[in-house]
């Protein structure tokens, strides 16, 4: 499941020489990190499969796009890549495309700009476009708290909880803000992947958490109930703020463990 690594493989088709002439015009015109952007165009062209025949795999899905586009933004930062030199190479690749008699191709957008946390909103989607693989695969494993999927499940419930409580109430954004709208879009839509094919689904529902808050009723009252004592008590003030602090810090959790051998393990 180590999608974005894909991405990454070394060339190893018969379109080589084309991949090679179409990225030594491009990079022709760059004086500094050229070898280190030559390497990533000729990556991109085969990924963006934009020379592919009819016997190849021309797949280029809105899934396969959202998975090129976080391999793009992980190779932006492991190599400090600067984003505008990524936008002119898919700027240049688009104007030749009706040479190559093709309608599309995959979309570039840049992570950082349509989103807070993107490596989480990354890990979102990639578990969101594997649901299905997911699926079965919890469906085989037996309840253990020790099942890799299990624990993948958890981490990403995790994610999904804590930015759901800072940008969004009730699956609305808190601010007029497109970096509010688009991430509380994305968790809508995990959300509803995620109960549709495993929280709804007897075989799985016990295995896995639940999306629902942990923010019950129950909590919010006791939680006014300890803010009102604070107020009437002031010799028990720091106590209290204590309490309320440590509340929220038990909240955090390591959304990161070398351990799985996971989908988003090597971002």
């Not at 594997?130 to 919890?138: F, P």
């Not at 409580?165 to 688009?182: D, G, L, Q, R, V």
């Not at 923010?215 to 803010?227: A, N, V, W, Y």
């Amino acid at each position: 499941m180590k999608i974005i690594s894909i991405f990454s493989l070394t060339l190893n088709t018969n379109n080589n020489q084309l991949y090679i002439k179409f990225c030594s015009g491009i990079m022709n015109t760059r004086n500094k990190d050229k070898e280190k952007y030559y390497k990533l165009c000729l990556k991109l062209i085969r990924n963006l499969n934009i020379f592919c025949s009819e016997s190849e795999d021309c797949n280029t899905n809105s899934i396969y796009c959202i998975n090129l586009n976080s391999w793009l933004y992980k190779s932006i930062r492991e190599q400090e890549l600067d984003r505008k030199e990524i936008y002119r190479i898919f700027y240049i690749i688009r104007t030749v495309l009706p040479k190559l008699y093709k309608k599309d191709m995959c979309k570039y957008y840049y992570y950082g700009y349509y989103y807070f946390e993107p490596i989480n909103i990354i890990k979102l989607n990639i578990f969101d476009s594997n649901m299905k693989i997911i699926e079965e695969t919890l469906k085989k494993s037996t309840y253990s708290y020790t099942c890799p999927y299990q624990k993948y499940v958890k981490v990403v419930v995790e994610i999904y909880k804590s930015m759901e409580e800072k940008y969004c109430i009730n699956s609305k954004p808190k601010k007029k803000a497109h970096k509010y709208t688009n991430i509380c879009s994305i968790l809508k839509n995990f959300s509803n992947s995620y109960n549709e094919y495993l929280y709804k689904n007897d075989l799985i529902k016990n295995k896995i958490p639940s999306l629902a808050s942990d923010f019950t009723p129950i909590g919010k009252l006791l939680r006014s109930r300890k803010i009102l004592k604070t107020r009437r008590n002031i010799f028990h003030e720091h106590e209290e703020k204590e309490l309320l602090y440590n509340m929220h810090d038990n909240m955090n959790i390591n959304l990161y463990n070398k351990k799985y051998d996971i989908a988003y393990a090597n971002l």
